[in-house]
């Protein structure tokens, strides 16, 4: 392979979210992976979502590809794409319209109806209809699911038995959002696959130690636990990785996702699609990569190549 072609490849991590600081484990991984490989490549710190400050800021690299490596809001929201596209510079993963269908979950869930995927039921409010329809809450059946539109890595996200714990949830989710997700709580089993160049890896079977897969449990050495390839029968891994890739197409994803689903009876239920999931030696999508025999140095290799391959 000819490293001189790929030109200076910036990773672009960080980011004001509240993701920030898995955003700079997932850019550091990226760096030293592609550092190792002979690359010219450099790191890029983006610290606000200010967008003449970050497009000055990028200018002054002169890079000619971007890998993205920032998760959440101004990463997976269309915004850093649309400034890369205004300098025309190529780069990783999703484009903007994508991006910020992906990360919205009521406006994906409304094309996942569409095109009849599974989704929990669910319904969406803000503060005031939330306040003002307060009486359709005894016509809800708990446990239920309660999060922010637009968040990633269970984000302020809670799951409530009760109508009287119902209250500390949603305000717990709306200081992430102005919109809030109550959703139906379904008790299966935890998957996800993730999608690398429009193919399905191997699936991944999540079991947290705690109730549910929240940020600790995602981020804690120890506290869940993986099996790839999950132990599905032949049917069963091809339905899932079908409603996947589905999820994936139907928001116009490219290069890369992984989607978190819900496995009961037999049914997959689409819960996200993240555009741009956890990219460290020991996240989710290098795991299925890494059982379909892809190293995370290749794997890394594979989304620059499709960052030019979408030119």
């Known amino acids: 392979?000819?490293?001189?072609?790929?030109?200076?490849?910036?990773?672009?991590?960080?980011g004001p979210s509240e993701e920030r600081e898995i955003s700079l484990k997932s850019g550091k991984a990226v760096y030293e992976?592609?550092?190792d490989e002979g690359f010219d490549v450099v790191s890029i710190d983006i610290t606000t979502d200010d967008v003449e400050e970050n497009i000055e800021?990028?200018?002054?690299?002169e890079l000619d590809v971007a890998f993205i490596a920032l998760h959440g809001r101004f990463g997976?929201?269309?915004?850093?794409?649309?400034?890369?596209?205004?300098?025309?510079?190529?780069?990783?993963?999703s484009g903007?319209?994508?991006?910020?269908?992906?990360?919205?979950?009521?406006?994906?869930?409304?094309?996942?109806?569409?095109?009849?995927?599974?989704?929990?039921s669910y319904r969406v409010v803000d503060k005031v209809s939330f306040n003002e329809n307060f009486l359709y809450i005894d016509k809800l059946k708990f446990p239920l699911v309660v999060?922010?539109?637009?968040q990633g890595s269970s984000i302020g996200l809670s799951i409530v038995d009760n109508k009287k714990d119902l209250s500390k949830a949603v305000e717990k989710a709306f200081v992430f959002d102005t919109r809030i997700i109550l959703e139906e709580y379904i008790k299966g089993r935890e998957l996800t696959v993730g999608i690398l160049n429009e193919d399905a890896l191997p699936v991944i079977e999540i079991?947290?130690?705690k109730r549910f897969f929240d940020y600790e449990a995602k981020y804690t050495i120890g506290m869940t636990e993986y099996i790839v390839p999950a132990p599905l029968d032949k049917i069963t891994t091809l339905k899932v990785k079908k409603a996947a890739l589905c999820a994936h197409r139907y928001l116009g994803c490219f290069g890369f996702s992984r989607i978190d689903m819900i496995l009961k009876d037999?049914?997959?239920?689409?819960?996200?699609?993240?555009?741009?999931?956890?990219?460290t030696q020991t996240s989710l999508l290098p795991k299925a990569a890494k059982a379909a025999g892809i190293t995370f140095n290749q794997l890394c290799i594979e989304l620059i190549k499709s960052a030019y391959n979408r030119i």
């Open 57 to 61: 800021k990028i200018k002054s690299f």
């Open 33 to 35: 992976s592609l550092k």
């Open 266 to 279: 037999s049914l997959p239920y689409i819960l996200e699609v993240n555009t741009i999931p956890g990219l």
């Open 96 to 120: 903007a319209l994508a991006s910020k269908l992906a990360l919205d979950k009521v406006l994906s869930r409304k094309i996942f109806e569409v095109y009849r995927l599974n989704v929990p």
């Open 207 to 209: 079991l947290p130690k």
């Open 1 to 14: 392979m000819v490293k001189a072609k790929f030109g200076r490849i910036g990773i672009l991590m960080g």
């Open 76 to 93: 997976e929201d269309g915004r850093i794409q649309a400034i890369l596209e205004k300098l025309k510079i190529p780069y990783t993963g």
């Open 147 to 150: 999060k922010p539109a637009t």
